[in-house]
């Protein structure tokens, strides 16, 4: 079955960066992107990017341009992402999250159990 | 870039019909995708392309994406629905767009 296993819970100090990764099993890493979504506390969700771990080609959201980093390591099916110059509100709980394309473009079928990261001095 | 609009909230009374709009720009030219989530959980997709059900959702849910709304229909909501729902599209300039979210209460 396919499972998606994130890395723990993180504190980080503001300035700091922070690197979280994602286990896929049950399924080929390579053939299915990678999504990275966030979720502040009581609030929606929200779209960091994604990679193609076949190529590692990544497509980033604009407002995280520079300052996220996706990646992956097809050895052990594990994608990261990166998260640099940390604010108090990058506090959110993020989310590793399979693309089948299946269904459509950008259609997200499983996730990851999510991995709280706060920042705070 | 794209923006979707959902209503914070929308109650209904058990065994009844729940509706969740989503709005966005001409968003009937988009395929629009939801995803149900209970507090404490990752999200789980209930609907994509508009109208289609994964495997395992139940035939209650639906959906449907004409002109500038979107709607998600829960028919004979169950407590088991409250939960917050969001739809989500691919948009070509930002790629992925999430509505705001709208939480849904079992009466």
């Known amino acids: 079955q396919v499972q998606l296993v994130q890395s723990g819970a993180e504190v980080k100090k503001p300035g700091a960066s922070v690197k979280v990764s994602c286990k896929a099993s049950?399924?080929?890493?390579?053939?299915?992107?990678m999504h990275w979504v966030r979720q502040a506390p009581g609030q929606g969700l929200e779209w960091m990017g994604r990679?193609?771990?076949?190529?590692?080609?990544?497509n980033y959201a604009q407002k995280f341009q520079g300052r996220v980093t996706m990646t992956r390591d097809t050895s052990i099916s594990t994608a990261y992402m990166e998260l640099s110059r940390l604010r108090s509100d990058d506090t959110a709980v993020y989310y590793c999250?399979?693309?089948?394309?299946?269904?459509?473009?950008?259609?997200?079928?499983?996730w990851g159990q999510g991995t709280l990261v706060t920042v705070s001095s | 870039s794209y923006e979707l609009t959902q209503p914070l909230s929308v109650s209904v009374a058990l065994g009844q019909t729940a509706r969740i709009t989503c709005g966005g720009n001409?968003?009937?030219?988009?395929?629009v995708h939801w995803y149900q989530q209970k507090p404490g959980q990752a999200p789980v997709l209930v609907i994509y392309?508009?109208?289609n059900r994964p495997s395992g959702i139940p035939e209650r849910f639906s959906g449907s994406n004409s002109g500038n709304t979107a709607t998600l229909t829960i028919s004979r909501a169950q407590a088991g629905d409250e939960a917050d729902y969001y739809c989500?599209?691919?948009?070509?300039?930002?790629?992925?767009?999430f509505g705001t979210g709208t939480k849904v209460t079992v009466l």
């Open positions: 990679i193609n771990p076949n190529s590692g080609g990544t």
């Open positions: 001409n968003i009937g030219s988009k395929n």
């Open positions: 989500q599209v691919w948009d070509s300039s930002t790629a992925v767009v």
């Open positions: 999250a399979r693309e089948n394309s299946g269904y459509d473009l950008a259609v997200i079928d499983y």
């Open positions: 392309r508009d109208s």
């Open positions: 049950g399924y080929t890493f390579t053939g299915y992107y």
